[in-house]
């Protein structure tokens, strides 16, 4: 498999309160789901804020927290989780975060599991 360095930027960053609009729940909701490491956000200018592609369709949401929990086991933290969402991957290709929205999400979830050995 081959990595690059650097990860790409999000199409979005968006902020806490409109990640709750887009998912139809309360903010204190979605604060919730980041603390409970479901969702990821990353402070940028002083606010959490979070890459659209992870809210994107509900089948982002599906498997993104196992994702999160398979890459915190293996010692990611939040920052180290969104460069290996965000780092390009030809073997997938384009990036692990957009990879979740579609019929490759199983891959990804085998690859982040992979870290942990």
Known sequence: MRVTE???EPAEWLAL?????RLDMPV???RQLVREGRLLALRKD???RTPVELVG???TLKHLPGVLTLLHD????DEEA???LYTPDDSLPGVPAEALGDN?????????QALGF
């Open 28 to 30: 204190n909701r979605v």
């Open 6 to 8: 650097t990860p790409n």
């Open 82 to 84: 969104f460069r290996w």
């Open 17 to 21: 309160p409109d990640v709750a609009e």
């Open 74 to 77: 293996a010692g990611y933290n």
């Open 46 to 48: 002083g606010v959490l």
């Open 57 to 59: 369709s509900p089948t």
């Open 104 to 112: 490759r999400a199983t891959e990804v979830k085998r690859r982040a």
